[in-house]
């Protein structure tokens, strides 16, 4: 299942889809059953600590560029 969308509502289904396996380093994606090289599950757990990392990463761009807006606003009177 994947997610195309150009518009991020926060609503969770996009994340960082390619991680590494804990116990064999070979690159997985988080979307299969388990890692192709050692067969190690690919468990829900780590797909949710993916989606946290990644909308931890979109709230901080969207704060930075908040800030760089605030800062860059002229002030009215």
Do not use: W
């Not at 988080?30 to 780590?46: H, N, Q, S």
């Not at 800030?67 to 002229?74: E, L, M, N, S, T």
């Amino acid at each position: 299942m994947t997610y195309a969308c150009t518009d991020c509502s926060k609503c969770g289904k996009c994340y960082n889809k390619i991680s590494e396996c804990a116990s064999c380093g070979e690159e997985i994606n988080l979307l299969d059953e388990c890692c192709a090289r050692c067969g190690e599950p690919i468990t829900e757990d780590m797909r949710q600590c993916a989606k946290k990392a990644f909308m931890e990463q979109k709230k901080k761009e969207r704060e930075a560029l908040f800030a760089a807006i605030k800062a860059h606003r002229p002030v009215e009177l």
